[in-house]
């Protein structure tokens, strides 16, 4: 089957959007499908520094289309459908309502994964009318508790035979074979000290405020900050110059390919997440979210210390995590240095964690989402 897929994420970029778009590509095409991605931009990256930039293996075709960020992407929706029409394509797959309403307007069968509410006058009205449309149509949507967003917030009549609940995932294969913490650190050029680690971006929301705090409070940890924008890293690490604190390290970004060799530096992977949590485009998604790190935690086999925010139990659990009340110091402090002197509660929590993501591979969600689907 031919997919063709249209995103408005920057490709390449560090935003997790990109990173998510460009995952599910390879998956669809490790599903046996051919698959071309359109998005806007006018870049010509070659094959060989995407697949590096996001630590992919199987390849697909990219193909950037112009446009001009103040139309609000309405530009490149047209250009982007105009060029694909003529592709052949079997299937239509897409993270935009608008991509979704033309597709179905064509008559030709729909995916459209949902991460979030519909923002702006149009958005809802929009998703409402491709809800509404006849066609054969899939929605994957990232968490029950965005699925119960659009229900009873919205009104939208999501018919349960044309829903899918898909959370993120991970490329398990990357995770196979890694070393244990002390000789990760070892080929990384740490110091050998228990290390607790934090990978992603630094957006507000995201407890990098209380994981300092916690490195004042346990000087006998290592912290380790894996990640983040060049401005906010430079920030950080000025607040952490200023404080003087030495048992924090800041890597900056690195490369996907590479990401689960620093997460495997650490006996303990952290999750701070605020009561409010902002994503690349804005927005709070405390309540809806399904975070990429999650999966890749689970697949590390570490112990997890995460915020207890209700919608990570639809992943997480008492047996593969410990939940600490966001914001609260105290509670992560103690919780951390209890974690430090219980080392057989941190292989505990991630054996069960690696058994777990065996659930969460991007190739096992691409089937979920196509399964038993008679197009």
Not at 182 to 191: D, H, V, W
Not at 317 to 329: I, L, M, S, T
Not at 338 to 365: K, N, S
């Amino acid at each position: 089957m031919r997919i063709a897929c249209f995103s408005t994420s920057q490709i390449p970029s560090t935003t997790a959007n990109s990173i998510q778009v460009m995952k599910m590509c390879q998956a669809l095409v490790q599903t046996g499908h051919v698959v071309k991605l359109w998005v806007p931009g006018q870049n010509d990256i070659p094959w060989s520094q995407l697949a590096a930039h996001y630590g992919l293996v199987y390849s697909f075709e990219v193909a950037w289309v112009p446009s001009r960020p103040w139309l609000k992407r309405y530009d490149f929706v047209f250009r982007a459908w105009n060029r694909a029409r003529d592709w052949g394509t079997d299937l239509v797959y897409t993270w935009l309502p608008q991509i979704g309403f033309m597709a179905l307007r064509a008559g030709l069968p729909l995916v459209l994964e949902l991460h979030d509410r519909p923002s702006g006058r149009i958005g809802p009205h929009l998703l409402r009318w491709v809800v509404n449309r006849k066609g054969s149509k899939r929605f994957a949507i990232i968490t029950q508790a965005l699925y119960r967003v659009l229900r009873e917030e919205f009104g939208l009549n999501l018919q349960e035979d044309q829903v899918v609940i898909a959370p993120n995932g991970v490329d398990l294969e990357r995770y196979h074979g890694l070393p244990v913490p002390s000789e990760a650190r070892q080929r990384l050029g740490l110091k050998e000290q228990f290390t607790a680690v934090y990978s992603g971006h630094f957006y507000p929301g995201r407890g990098m405020g209380l994981l300092l705090e916690m490195a004042r409070n346990l000087p006998h940890i290592q912290f380790l900050w894996v990640g983040g924008r060049e401005e906010a890293v430079t920030y950080w690490r000025n607040e952490i110059r200023q404080q003087g604190l030495t048992n924090v390290i800041l890597t900056g970004f690195v490369e996907n390919r590479v990401l689960p060799l620093y997460q495997a530096a650490g006996e303990v992977l952290l999750m701070p997440y605020e009561r409010a949590v902002a994503g690349s485009s804005g927005g709070n998604s405390a309540d809806i979210c399904s975070p990429m790190k999650m999966f890749e935690y689970l697949a590390c086999g570490r112990a997890i210390l995460t915020s207890d925010l209700p919608v990570l139990h639809e992943v997480l659990n008492e047996r593969n995590a410990r939940f600490c009340p966001p914001e609260d110091v105290e509670a992560w402090t103690r919780a951390l240095d209890d974690l430090f002197r219980h080392p057989e509660v941190c292989w505990a929590l991630g054996q069960q964690a690696r058994a777990d993501a065996e659930r969460y591979t991007w190739i096992a969600r691409a089937h979920r989402i196509l399964a038993d689907w008679a197009l």
